[in-house]
């Protein structure tokens, strides 16, 4: 089974603050990505990463930036945390193509609050 | 038109009835239309895919319904159980896409 694993569950941090937020997963994907969910607006893409040092923007990129220096982990940084940033934070994984019906295998979440 | 819009936002069911959401897109060129299935504390799993060269899929008690000329497909849930609730994003791509497209979700509560 592939295990998707984000290192916090909850974090709380203050404004400015530089946050990172880390997942690694075990079955070898070359796909990953970072969501954030918000009640009333679903699953928003942040980043993701189609290969080790490759990234792409997704929807709302601003405010994030990621790192993938490993193919297993794929972080998510915030530069100067915000309040409108608590939120919770899903990484997700797929074996190839997610369009080609490789499954995204989630991460359970990071809820992060930032006061 | 890279939207994928669902309905409704949340849904309450007796036990032993029928759900249905629904979900509506835009882009012509998708061609590929998972749906997700969260339960509380924990991320979305795959739970049943369509392609649209077929009109309806089926897994136990889930099916899928196509409609490519409306550019609608729903989801059905028959006989549902307490077990069911959970929030269902539906989602769409295409085939060389490396990512897919979620609706905002339906929060589902079958009551027992």
């Known amino acids: 089974d592939v295990k998707v694993t984000q290192s916090s569950r909850y974090l709380v941090k203050r404004t400015g603050e530089k946050v990172f937020l880390e997942c690694v997963q075990d079955?070898?994907?070359?796909?990953m990505f970072w969501y954030r969910q918000d009640p009333g607006l679903g699953l928003r893409l942040i980043y993701f990463?189609?290969?080790?040092?490759?990234?792409e923007k997704g929807d709302i990129p601003e405010g994030y930036s990621v790192s993938r220096e490993k193919k297993e982990r794929f972080s998510l940084i915030l530069e100067s945390a915000s309040t409108n940033q608590t939120s919770m934070y899903l990484c997700?994984?797929?074996?190839?193509?997610?369009?080609?019906?490789?499954?995204?295998?989630f991460g359970n979440g990071t809820r992060l609050t930032v006061t | 038109q890279q939207q994928v819009k669902q309905s409704p936002q949340s849904l309450i069911v007796q036990k032993g009835g029928i759900s249905i959401i629904n979900c509506a897109y835009e882009?012509?060129?998708?061609?590929?239309f998972p749906w997700y299935q969260q339960f509380p504390g924990k991320g979305p799993a795959l739970l049943i895919a369509?392609?649209?060269?077929?009109s309806e899929k089926k897994e136990g008690r889930f099916t899928i319904s196509f409609n490519k000329s409306a550019k609608q497909f729903s989801l059905h849930i028959m006989d549902s159980q307490p077990g069911d609730s959970a929030t269902y994003f539906c989602?769409?791509?295409?085939?060389?896409?490396?990512?897919?497209?979620f609706g905002k979700g339906t929060r589902l509560h079958i009551l027992p």
């Open positions: 369509i392609r649209p060269d077929v």
């Open positions: 882009n012509t060129a998708f061609d590929y």
């Open positions: 079955m070898d994907h070359e796909n």
């Open positions: 989602a769409a791509s295409t085939v060389n896409d490396d990512k897919i497209i």
């Open positions: 997700a994984s797929s074996l190839t193509l997610a369009g080609g019906g490789s499954p995204l295998h």
């Open positions: 990463s189609y290969d080790v040092k490759m990234k």
